[in-house]
Nanobody, 126 residues
Framework: QLQLVESAGGTVQAGGSLRLSCAAS?????????????MGWFRQAPGKEREFVAS????????WYAGSVKNRFTVYRDNAKNTVHLQMNSLKPEDTALYYC??????????????WGQGTQVTVSS
């Protein structure tokens, strides 16, 4: 089955930058691979619900962003490398969270993300 592995989380001071990466391998239940999947990022801070961060279409590269990260974060993908990235600039302490890479198989006709990575920690210090 499809596997998602996040990397490059870490600790950075407020105002700094990080780039998260997510490598995809395998196939979904319908047989799709990375290049035909909508990809995205969620995050969860301690004591809070998981929240949507960003996503990117598989076909037209259309992107969506949470209002709290718009103009600071950029999601992009490299289909040749089966990798999606989240470039995070102007980081704030409130960005501290466990960040999850997610994938949606459009074949299912569902709006939720069926596949989740294990998460990578991002800590922004004051």
């Amino acid at each position: 089955q499809l596997q998602l592995v996040e990397s490059a989380g870490g600790t950075v001071q407020a105002g700094g930058s990080l780039r998260l990466s997510c490598a995809a391998s395998g196939r979904t239940a319908s047989g799709r691979t990375f290049s035909n999947l909508k990809m995205g990022w969620f995050r969860q801070a301690p004591g809070k619900e998981r929240e949507f961060v960003a996503s990117i279409n598989w076909d037209d590269n259309r992107q969506w962003y949470a209002g709290s990260v718009k103009n600071r974060f950029t999601v992009y993908r490299d289909n040749a490398k089966n990798t999606v990235h989240l470039q995070m600039n102007s980081l704030k302490p409130e960005d501290t969270a466990l960040y999850y890479c997610v994938a949606n198989d459009p074949t299912r006709g569902e709006l939720h993300y069926q596949y989740w990575g294990q998460g990578t920690q991002v800590t922004v210090s004051s």
